[in-house]
């Protein structure tokens, strides 16, 4: 069994102020804190609570050396706030055009501990009442510590808190597809506004892009650095989310039809030659076959409606490149037996 503490706290003849909370401070060498809100009529009860002599603050009241045997209860004779201090902390929560923001809870700290909790008014106002001297800290929720300062508990401190303004919170969102209506992995897509950039991302696998944070306006979407936008007239009410897709235009006709892009062979010396080397020398010979191109040149690589990546060495944003320039992009992955396979089946029924 253990002691348990309670009590009925006044202000005056009135009842006790909304937000205080009774703290129980535990004997040394313990030194740990429990706490209990006040309910509306002023009423607070601790429990569970070891034999010791305790100290007890509620607003501007102590009650030092409360005996405790770790199985009684001890239940106080009423405690009138008006015998304590009179310190009061008070002010108003508003935004920066100076509306009030009602309903905010405000805590009030004294040397770490909680003393006091209250909401803001629909006028945005609160107070704290009857409080001891002592160094305090006033947090808002959301906010943290919006203030600090020492009470003499006798003069008042007005500390007014400044609400920020939600930031804009409109949303792009859409996808970038080839003429089929395939996604475009990789491609950056570029947010105008007024004609200049303001933004820019890079679609994921699925094709998608997504621009957030945006306040109300008027947008366009363009893919290359000096391109055109492929996209007008984007309309964005405040807060609002548009969904918008990116369709890129038929390829045109080009010089080259297929293309078998190797990457560019290490040194003699270096590792990966010899694999650099015999990639080339199978690539070369289908190619001859099949009558198509070769080459380590992304640039030739571009001007061809297909594009066939030999091997894993063609860095991922040369592929992705090729990809927003119109080319139907395949990749042959894996080590010379699983590339020499590839080529065989990719040319099948063409070489003789």
């Given at each position: 069994m253990r002691s348990r503490l309670s009590g009925h706290v006044?202000?005056?003849?009135?009842p006790a102020p909304d937000g205080l909370t009774a703290v129980l401070h535990a004997p040394a060498p313990w030194g740990w804190t429990r706490q209990a809100p006040l309910d509306p009529d002023g009423n607070f009860a601790i429990d569970n609570l070891p034999a010791g002599s305790y100290r007890l603050e509620i607003g501007g009241l102590t009650l030092p050396d409360l005996a405790?045997?770790?199985?009684?209860?001890?239940?106080?004779?009423?405690?009138?706030?008006?015998?304590g201090q009179r310190s009061v902390v008070r002010g108003r929560v508003a935004d920066g055009a100076g509306r009030p923001q009602a309903d905010v809870l405000m805590s009030l700290r004294r040397d770490g501990i909680l003393v006091a909790q209250v909401r803001t008014d629909a006028a945005g106002l609160y107070?704290?009442?009857?409080?001891?001297?002592?160094?305090?800290?006033?947090?808002?929720?959301?906010?943290?510590?919006?203030?600090?300062?020492?009470?003499?508990?006798e003069r008042q401190e007005v500390a007014d808190v400044l609400w920020p303004l939600p930031g804009p919170r409109g949303i792009v969102q859409g996808h970038?597809?080839?003429?089929?209506?395939?996604?475009?992995?990789g491609v950056w897509v570029r947010l105008l506004s007024d004609g200049q950039e303001i933004a820019r991302v890079q679609t994921d696998l699925t094709g998608a892009f997504r621009f957030a944070e945006l306040p109300g306006g008027v947008y366009e979407l363009a893919l290359a650095e000096e391109g055109e936008p492929l996209v007008r007239n984007i309309v964005l009410d405040e807060d609002?989310?548009?969904?918008?897709d990116i369709v890129l235009p038929p390829a045109p006709a080009r010089p080259l039809g297929h293309y078998l892009?190797?990457?560019?062979?290490?040194e003699a010396a270096a590792a990966g030659h010899a694999e650099a080397r015999m990639l080339l020398a199978l690539a070369a010979q289908h190619a001859a076959q099949a009558g198509v191109s070769v080459?380590?040149?992304?640039?030739?690589?571009?001007?061809?409606?297909?594009?066939?990546?030999?091997?894993?060495?063609?860095?991922?944003?040369?592929?992705?490149?090729?990809?927003?320039?119109?080319?139907?992009?395949?990749?042959?992955?894996?080590?010379?037996?699983?590339?020499?396979?590839?080529?065989?089946?990719?040319?099948?029924?063409?070489?003789?």
């Amino acid at each position: 069994m253990r002691s348990r503490l309670s009590g009925h706290v006044v202000d005056a003849d009135q009842p006790a102020p909304d937000g205080l909370t009774a703290v129980l401070h535990a004997p040394a060498p313990w030194g740990w804190t429990r706490q209990a809100p006040l309910d509306p009529d002023g009423n607070f009860a601790i429990d569970n609570l070891p034999a010791g002599s305790y100290r007890l603050e509620i607003g501007g009241l102590t009650l030092p050396d409360l005996a405790l045997s770790g199985e009684n209860e001890l239940k106080l004779a009423a405690l009138d706030l008006s015998q304590g201090q009179r310190s009061v902390v008070r002010g108003r929560v508003a935004d920066g055009a100076g509306r009030p923001q009602a309903d905010v809870l405000m805590s009030l700290r004294r040397d770490g501990i909680l003393v006091a909790q209250v909401r803001t008014d629909a006028a945005g106002l609160y107070r704290f009442v009857r409080l001891p001297a002592g160094s305090y800290v006033l947090e808002a929720v959301g906010l943290g510590q919006v203030a600090a300062f020492e009470l003499d508990g006798e003069r008042q401190e007005v500390a007014d808190v400044l609400w920020p303004l939600p930031g804009p919170r409109g949303i792009v969102q859409g996808h970038v597809l080839d003429a089929a209506g395939a996604p475009v992995s990789g491609v950056w897509v570029r947010l105008l506004s007024d004609g200049q950039e303001i933004a820019r991302v890079q679609t994921d696998l699925t094709g998608a892009f997504r621009f957030a944070e945006l306040p109300g306006g008027v947008y366009e979407l363009a893919l290359a650095e000096e391109g055109e936008p492929l996209v007008r007239n984007i309309v964005l009410d405040e807060d609002a989310l548009v969904t918008r897709d990116i369709v890129l235009p038929p390829a045109p006709a080009r010089p080259l039809g297929h293309y078998l892009l190797l990457a560019q062979p290490p040194e003699a010396a270096a590792a990966g030659h010899a694999e650099a080397r015999m990639l080339l020398a199978l690539a070369a010979q289908h190619a001859a076959q099949a009558g198509v191109s070769v080459g380590y040149s992304a640039t030739d690589a571009a001007n061809a409606g297909r594009v066939t990546i030999v091997g894993d060495q063609v860095p991922a944003e040369v592929e992705a490149s090729l990809r927003a320039a119109g080319c139907q992009v395949s990749r042959l992955s894996g080590d010379g037996y699983a590339v020499a396979a590839g080529l065989a089946q990719l040319f099948e029924g063409v070489n003789p």
